[in-house]
């Protein structure tokens, strides 16, 4: 069973990134069987989907959140992360790491992290 | 983008009784769709995916259907910890969407 953990600052100012790091354990982030995405939930409203990324592979990312996501992985540390850009009050929520399972079939996201509020204020 | 609309957005139900959850998206997503359930303060957790299939952990009273643009998830005989809210979530097409969510709220 996989286990996640984000981290990173839970306050942001206004206009700077966002940048967050979710560490895996009980499997590898080179992993076949699995995307790793950010999902977010602001204060109080739902799930919006962030990013995906496939290890070797493509990246996938919320039309909305494009052009100001990044999204990487590191092999050394068994980590991936998330870098959001020119953040404004909206961007506040709760952010999610989380695994994506892709084999035997596609399942959604199978296991997440306990997730991490960022308030984006200055 | 698939837009993904669940119904009611609060089910008032007795403990004991059947909850029939309802989402609805505005193309076809085959059945390429999971249901999570999160309780305050926690991480959703994954309940089911193809639409119909009960993920690791998942209690037998917890069953989902549908295919295409409609899906049902429902619990039976509800349990005091099954009072949370449910999201549904399609995966058939980029970008993933989820619906805004059912909360489940004892009566």
């Known amino acids: 069973q996989l286990k996640l953990q984000e981290s990173g600052p839970g306050l942001v100012k206004p206009s700077e990134t966002l940048s967050l790091t979710c560490s895996v354990s009980?499997?590898?982030?080179?992993?076949?069987?699995?995307?790793w995405g950010w999902i977010r939930q602001p204060p109080g409203k739902g799930l919006e989907w962030v990013v995906n990324?496939?290890?070797?592979?493509?990246?996938y990312y919320n039309p909305s959140l494009k052009s100001r996501v990044t999204m990487s992985v590191d092999t050394s540390k068994n980590q991936f992360s998330l870098k959001l850009n020119s953040v404004t009050a909206a961007d506040t929520a709760v952010y999610y790491c989380?695994?994506?399972?892709?084999?035997?079939?596609?399942?959604?996201?199978?296991?997440w992290g306990q997730g991490t509020l960022v308030i984006v204020s200055s | 983008e698939i837009v993904m609309t669940q119904s009611p957005a609060i089910l008032s139900v007795s403990p004991g009784e059947r909850a029939t959850l309802s989402c609805r998206a505005s193309?076809?997503?085959?059945?390429?769709l999971a249901w999570y359930q999160q309780k305050p303060g926690q991480a959703p957790r994954l309940l089911m995916y193809?639409?119909?299939t009960r993920a690791t952990g998942t209690p037998a009273r917890f069953s989902g259907s549908g295919s295409g643009t409609e899906f049902t998830l429902t619990i039976n005989s509800l349990q005091s910890e099954d009072f949370a809210v449910y999201y549904c979530?399609?995966?058939?097409?980029?970008?993933?969407?989820f619906g805004q969510g059912t909360k489940l709220e004892i009566k």
């Open positions: 989380a695994s994506y399972a892709v084999v035997p079939v596609a399942m959604g996201f199978d296991s």
């Open positions: 009980g499997g590898s982030v080179t992993s076949g069987n699995y995307f």
């Open positions: 990324i496939f290890y070797g592979g493509n990246t």
């Open positions: 193309q076809s997503v085959e059945n390429n």
């Open positions: 193809g639409a119909s």
């Open positions: 979530h399609q995966f058939n097409n980029w970008p993933d969407t």
